[in-house]
Nanobody, 128 residues
């Protein structure tokens, strides 16, 4: 079983940046692809991005327009979500999720139902 813990959330002004971390522990956490999702008040949870188990490729939600970047350090069992040019509309609880995949997997998982494990979330508030 994998345990996931997000950190790095907080209050930031519009146009600012934050870097979220998703620390994984448990059985061989680098056997998992990682997705990021977010949920704003009164809205459904939505896909933000996904990074392959290998870390060689990523996929992002179209609405991000290249403002976010996902990376991973498998040696440190940590995945990062770098968020730049933040907007008030980015205010949400951000969650990371893990999906067990085989080593050569290159498929990007964008649906919540695809994931096996979830963190508790970290709040990001973008406001002046």
């Amino acid at each position: 079983q994998v345990q996931l813990e997000e950190s790095g959330g907080g209050l930031v002004e519009p146009g600012g940046s934050l870097r979220l971390s998703c620390a994984a522990s448990g059985v061989t956490s680098n056997h998992y692809a990682i997705g990021w999702f977010r949920q704003a008040p009164g809205k459904e949870r939505e896909f933000v991005g996904h990074i392959l188990r290998s870390g060689l490729n990523t996929k992002y939600a179209d609405f991000l327009y290249g403002r976010f970047t996902i990376s991973r350090d498998n040696a440190a069992n940590t995945v990062y979500l770098q968020m730049d040019s933040l907007e008030p509309e980015d205010t949400a609880a951000y969650y990371c999720a893990a999906k067990s995949v085989y080593s050569g997997n290159s498929f990007f998982y964008t649906e919540q139902e695809d994931y096996d494990y979830w963190g508790q979330g970290t709040q990001v508030t973008v406001s002046s």
